[in-house]
Structures are given as structure tokens and as C-alpha cells.
């Protein structure tokens, strides 16, 4: 398959938009957040509106600067690719991938609203966890990206990510959650083994030195659960950007946007993010559709499932599992059971 941006001719837009977010995420903590406050609704509302904005900017922009640099470009010229026509390519699938992972990630919003309420993290101390706990997704995103551009120039290895996506997706759909237990997790058990935690918080610090020995606060044993609940969902959401495109640069870009809004978006649905108990079926059916892609439906289609279709699936899927959440009500647990 044809690259559009193959690596060795845009390493300076990976570079140049790396810094750019890097950038962002200075003038977020040390400006706007320098000093620990709760957030409140409407500083979430106004922060979530600027992060989707940035991201519908920068799809506009990559847009027109696809339309007119493909035209110049040679390669693409003598393989026949319309330059239009992979422009606007380009720009949905941009598009179509941070509608995705920004769904996919407010089953990311329910596991922090379940983890902070565990370990009873004050309010004005979350943006700090979530900031760098974001920060560190940038850094496994980025590898994941790189090992998923790698492995699915094997035509099997596509298969395989593509059974994989369908099966998370029947599981969600039919398998009910176990609960949740973050004592049992293997990594916060050795963590706990190698590093001793104060009983209480710090401030807004991570780490605290104490009688000559450095203690690790709760807060940075959240982090790292924090941390470990965003790799597990990156194991299903960057197959499913890929079933999407194949152009690692919209697979990092859109992926990344997303992940930017996430801290305002937490803020803004903390408090209601129960209340979409539809959406999780929406989502299986999400993966299955995508992992459909990936074994079936792109070879159906000549090599490429028509992006605009996929698109317009993917947003009836989430709409309409949205929108039960608030038809049908929840069902209440039984008072033995809670």
C-alpha cells in the first residue's frame, strides 16, 4: 500500500508537531495550573471547546496543506493518485480517527472516576494526575504507533489485530464487568513491594523525602495505575485507528488531539459519565465494525472500506447509544448486591 506521508519525507511534521503539543502541555500546567484548584464545570467546558477546536483547526489545516502539497509531489504524480481525492482522504480519516479514540476514551473517564473516588483523591489534586498521567500515554502512544506501523506490513499480523478488535467487542458486549479492584493489581502490589508509601498526601507532590529516604505519596500510586488502565486501552485503540488508516502520522496526530481534550473532558462528565450505561454497546459494536474492516470489509472493497461510510457508521453507532442512555433508564442494583 502507498504511503501518503511516509516517514523519511515528513520526520519534520512529527518533530515540528511534537514540540507544538509539548508546548501546549507547558503553557496548561505552568500557566493556566501552576498552582492545585478544583476545576470547575465551566473552566472544563471552556477547556474541552478549546481542545476540540484545536483539533478541528488542525484537520482543516492538514487538509489544505495536504491539497496542496500533493499536487507537487512526484511519486504520488506517477502512481496515479489523484492529489484531490487523497487529500480529502486524509482529512476524514483524521477526522474519522479522533471521533473514535475520543469515544474510546470515556470508558478512560469512567476508570479515573472510579479510581479517584477508591483512593479518595482530593479534588484540586486530579488535573495534576491526569496531566502527567496524560503525559505518559503521549510517550506509549507514540510507541505503540511505531510498533503498529511496523508489525501491519504483515498482512497476518492485520488479521490478527482485526479478530482481536472483534472479539474486545463481542466481550463488551456480553460480558459483564468483574468490579473493580485496583488492590489486586499486580502492578500496584510490586510497586507497593519496592517503594514505600506515606499514609497520607503531600500537597500535590509524588514524592516526599523523609528521615533521609524518599516515600512515594498515593498520588503517585495512582499515577502509575492511571498509567497502566491507558495502556490496556491502547492496546485496543490504536488497532482500531489503524483499521481506519494506514498512515502512521493520522494515527499519531488524531490520537494525540484526543488525548489532549481528556483532562477537560474527565472534568466535564465526572459527574455524569454513569449515566451513558448504553455507550459501552455502542463502542463494542464500534470495535467489531473496525476489526470488520481490517479482515473483511477492505478486501471487499478493493482495498480500502470508503472512509465517509465508515464515518457516518462509526457516529450512528455512538449517537444512537448516546441517546438510549438517556431513553432507558438504568437498571438500579439490588441492595445485597451494592
Do not use: C
Request: charge should be positive; hydrophobic fraction near 60%.
Amino acid at each position: 500500500m502507498v504511503s501518503l506521508f511516509p516517514f523519511s519525507e515528513y520526520w519534520w511534521f512529527y518533530l515540528s508537531f511534537t514540540g507544538f503539543v509539548l508546548l501546549l502541555l507547558a503553557i496548561d500546567l505552568g500557566v493556566f495550573h501552576r498552582k492545585a484548584h478544583v476545576v470547575s464545570f465551566r473552566e472544563a467546558a471552556v477547556w474541552s471547546a478549546i481542545w476540540v477546536t484545536l483539533a478541528l483547526v488542525f484537520n482543516y489545516l492538514f487538509y489544505q496543506y495536504a491539497l496542496w502539497r500533493f499536487p507537487q509531489n512526484e511519486r504520488l504524480a506517477g502512481l496515479g493518485i489523484n492529489p484531490a481525492a487523497a487529500a480529502r482522504q486524509a482529512g476524514l480519516e483524521f477526522f474519522t480517527g479522533y471521533l473514535v479514540e475520543k469515544s474510546l476514551s470515556v470508558d478512560n473517564i469512567f476508570v479515573f472516576v472510579l479510581v479517584f473516588r477508591y483512593f479518595a483523591i482530593p479534588s484540586q489534586y486530579q488535573h495534576r494526575v491526569l496531566f502527567f498521567g496524560i503525559l505518559g500515554a503521549l510517550i506509549f502512544r507514540a510507541i505503540f504507533i511505531t510498533m503498529g506501523a511496523m508489525l501491519l506490513r504483515y498482512e497476518w499480523v492485520v488479521f490478527l489485530f482485526g479478530a482481536f478488535l472483534i472479539f474486545t467487542g463481542i466481550k463488551m458486549l456480553f460480558v459483564p464487568d468483574r468490579g473493580f479492584h485496583p488492590e489486586k493489581n499486580p502492578l500496584i502490589r510490586l510497586f507497593r513491594k519496592l517503594v514505600p508509601v506515606t499514609d497520607s498526601f503531600e500537597g500535590q507532590r509524588f514524592f516526599v523525602r523523609r528521615g533521609g529516604k524518599w516515600f512515594a505519596t498515593p498520588l503517585m500510586v495512582v499515577l502509575v495505575f492511571v498509567e497502566a488502565t491507558d495502556i490496556v486501552f491502547a492496546i485496543d485503540s490504536v488497532p482500531a485507528i489503524f483499521a481506519l488508516t494506514r498512515e502512521p502520522l493520522i494515527v499519531y496526530t488524531s490520537n494525540v488531539f484526543a488525548i489532549l481534550g481528556l483532562r477537560a473532558m474527565y472534568f466535564l462528565l465526572a459527574g455524569a459519565v454513569e449515566k451513558f450505561h448504553m455507550l459501552k454497546y455502542g463502542l463494542a459494536l464500534v470495535l467489531i465494525f473496525v476489526g470488520l474492516k481490517m479482515v473483511w470489509l477492505n478486501h471487499a472493497y478493493g482495498g480500502k472500506f470508503p472512509i465517509g461510510i465508515s464515518l457516518a457508521v462509526i457516529s450512528v453507532l455512538v449517537g444512537v447509544s448516546i441517546a438510549l442512555s438517556f431513553l432507558i433508564p438504568k437498571r438500579s442494583a439490588p441492595a445485597d448486591a451494592a
